[in-house]
């Protein structure tokens, strides 16, 4: 065992240097070749999609074949078709004062679960080379051969499109020592991480950027004005496709009081099974372990072997075990998330109380991940939106689908953040985009003169404070002339008026600081005695210009207003 440690260990190193050094290389490529190769890789998968989701679940023993090639066909057609316009390679965005330019991170870390081991290991692959960087994968040591396999079917294509060969790495010698010296090692820049609690954990603390997934945990809302017959049909479409292994598939089902009677008879003419209280007990003593954990054992299994497993007598077209459950919490072991054709069921009176019943599931398992609603009211859908703490809210789908962007217009992925909530970096749903550094080239907007620049300071009685900035010393101040023409003024004033009547004889002052340049000579106009920062704003609303002069006396305030909105013009 200590020499398999050591040897995944010395795998990972050498994968990470030779990825990086492949990485080189593809930083190199125009936006033309990336796009071949991907292009390549995709086409690779979709052809080669059956056979590895058949070897999926043949190793790892979850889910079935046929939900598992949707998977595969998901990440290697609808994933590809969506991004492969995205510019990824040079100037990105141009807005004429700012410039975006794409810049690839590095080596990408992808840890790949045994749940959807192929259909993640595609889409990582893609997006990872999409945006310029190469690729180690650590797969699940219950999933490393048909990782492997389609490692090697999408880095053939590539290769054969110009792709370094070292640009796509695996480990295949996999353990937990390995997959931390990947996650830590020098030269990977991004980690990918999708696992279990403990490994996204890892990957946080391994001091790499990293982005991570929570669990799921997903509760479904039906609310009063929904259509019950198809909210019954997309919850169990979500529950059971590949027997719950996505973490955004349906774990509880919370139905609006008034329409109790009617989702059951929906759930029971469509394949949902409703335990008794001694059904669902002994259910219970399957699903958890003696310690309160999820087993295993029961993920990815259809719900008649589940039956099975826990001695209970189900049809054999059953698709999904309903349990009803008193609460939320570690004595409700059916509210856990449990990856698997399981529901637990829930009745409440009413939008908010709905919520709150699912908030409380989310709290238990879930924060951040995915919730659903199914209603004819947009105005429900948004208030449970509102007060839902996910990223994701799907509405009037299964929650399953609609989460990863298949049956809504979310970017589609299969790798979904859970912002804070879920202790993730970002909420979003991964793409090349995540996967890139934005280079901003910023042109100057706004010319920085001596007035508008960072004011000095200076101390005064122990205190600092910022130092008036000027371009030339100002004259002597006569205060007791200018509070006259103040009071003059201000008493003489008419309200919201840009130019003032004629104001009375000017006392003598010495010269301020002049205005702007005049924009024309003898414009006709008569200057304005004295302008506030009002005074600016209303001739800003009204389209007008402010006439001023050497003798206008002109606050700061109204000044920096002024000169940057080009208000004043020379006045007579």
């Given amino acids: 065992m200590a020499d398999k440690d050591l040897q995944s260990i010395q795998a990972a190193r050498d994968l990470v240097e030779a990825a990086h050094r492949a990485q080189s290389v593809v930083a190199t490529f125009d936006q033309a070749k990336i796009d071949a190769i991907c292009e390549a890789m995709a086409i690779a998968a979709q052809a080669q999609s059956f056979r590895l989701a058949t070897l999926a679940h043949e190793e790892t023993g979850y889910g079935n074949p046929s939900d598992k090639n949707v998977k595969n066909l998901f990440a290697a057609v609808d ?37 959807n081991p192929t259909s993640t290991a595609i889409f990582k692959i893609l997006i990872a080379i999409k945006s310029r960087n190469s690729i180690v994968l650590s797969p699940h040591p219950s999933a490393t051969r048909c990782v492997v396999e389609t490692v090697k079917a999408m ?45 996204v954990r890892a990957a946080y603390s391994s001091g790499k950027p990293a982005f991570g997934v929570g669990p799921g945990n ?82 990815g299994k259809p719900a008649t072997t589940l039956a099975e497993w826990a001695g209970i007598s189900v049809p054999p077209n059953t698709r999904c075990l309903i349990a009803e459950v008193g609460g939320v919490g570690r004595d409700f072991p059916l509210s856990v998330e ?34 659903s609603i199914h209603t004819r009211n947009r105005e429900a859908a948004l208030r449970y939106g509102i007060l839902m703490p996910t990223a994701r809210v799907v509405v009037n789908s299964p929650s399953t689908h609609g989460a990863i962007g298949f049956s809504t217009a979310l970017a589609p992925s299969m790798t979904l953040g859970c912002g804070s909530w879920g202790g993730n970096v970002t909420s979003d749903n991964i793409s090349p985009l995540h996967l890139m550094d934005i280079k ?35 004259p002597a101040i006569n205060r007791t002339a200018i509070a006259e023409l103040v009071d003059k003024f201000l008493v003489a004033r008419k309200p919201v008026e840009s130019v003032p009547a004629p104001a009375p004889a000017p006392v003598p002052l010495p010269e301020p600081k002049p205005a702007p340049p005049p924009q024309a000579k003898n414009s006709g106009h008569k200057a304005v005695d004295f302008v506030c920062e009002d005074d600016v704003k209303r001739a800003l609303a009204k389209g007008e210009k402010i006439y001023v002069n050497a003798k206008t006396i002109i606050t700061p305030s109204a000044r920096d207003l002024g000169q940057s909105s080009e208000i004043f013009a020379n006045g007579n």
């Fill in 218 to 299: 997903v509760p479904a809302f039906i609310e009063r004005t929904a259509d019950v017959a198809k909210a019954v049909r997309d919850i169990l479409a979500g529950t059971y496709f590949d027997f719950g292994t996505i973490c955004a598939s349906e774990q509880a089902v919370v139905v609006d009081a008034p329409l109790d009677k009617q989702v059951r008879e929906q759930f029971a003419a469509q394949g949902g099974y409703f335990l008794n209280a001694a059904q669902a007990d002994q259910l219970s003593k399957i699903v958890v372990t003696p310690n309160r954990s999820l087993n295993p054992k029961i993920v």
């Fill in 155 to 199: 880095r053939e294509a590539g290769v054969k499109a110009g792709l370094p060969t070292e640009a796509i790495g695996c480990i295949e010698l996999t353990s937990i020592e390995g997959t931390e010296t990947l996650m830590k090692h020098k030269l990977t820049a991004v980690i990918l991480a999708t696992g279990g609690l403990g490994l």
């Fill in 338 to 371: 449990k990856l698997s054709p399981i529901l637990a069921y829930y009745v409440a009176d009413g939008l908010e109380a709905g919520s709150k019943l699912c908030d409380e599931i989310l709290h238990f398992g879930g924060m951040g991940h995915t919730s």
């Fill in 440 to 474: 901003r080239v910023a042109f100057e907007t706004r010319p920085v003169t001596a007035d508008s620049s960072a004011p000095s300071t200076v101390q005064t009685s122990g205190i600092t404070v910022p130092a008036l900035q000027t371009s030339a010393p100002l």
């Fill in 79 to 115: 994933v590809h078709n969506y991004f492969k316009n995205l510019r990824t390679v040079g100037v990105v965005r141009d807005t004429g004062s700012v410039v975006e330019i794409a810049a690839p991170r590095g080596v990408v870390a992808a840890i790949i679960p045994s749940t």
